[in-house]
């Protein structure tokens, strides 16, 4: 079992920043990729950002050049530092952790943090 909790949502402004910042506990030696998705109103849940353990991340494409991704495995944090914040970002963002055992794949969800980009 892996548990993730989400901090650093809330309101800004369009051009301004925010960071969001997902911990993980429990069985975490067995985590694989660590990410963040981004869920607004109407819409499908979405990748925004990945992180895998051996270093290769990739951002969806409405994203790249302004959010940032981070892991600290020994921490078992990922971070994602979002600027030049846009209102089209505004969703509940959630934090997304996988395990692996043998050939079976587990995925884990935070609870999600609200980001709303306004003037």
């Known amino acids: 079992q892996v548990q993730l909790v989400e901090s650093g949502g809330g309101l800004v402004q369009p051009g301004g920043s925010l960071r969001l910042s997902c911990a993980a506990s429990?069985?975490?030696?067995?985590?694989?990729?660590m990410a963040w998705y981004r869920q607004a109103p109407g819409k499908q849940r979405e990748l925004v950002a990945r992180?895998?353990?051996?270093?290769?991340?990739n951002y969806a494409d409405s994203v790249k050049g302004r959010f940032t991704i981070s892991r600290d495995n020994a921490k078992n944090t990922v971070s994602l530092q979002m600027n030049s914040l846009k209102p089209e970002d505004t969703a509940v963002y959630y934090c997304?952790?996988?395990?692996?055992?043998?050939?079976?794949?587990?995925?884990?969800w935070g609870q999600g943090t609200q980001v709303t980009v306004s003037s």
């Open positions: 992180f895998t353990r051996g270093g290769n991340t």
């Open positions: 997304y952790a996988d395990t692996q055992w043998f050939q079976q794949t587990t995925k884990y």
């Open positions: 429990g069985s975490i030696f067995s985590i694989n990729v």
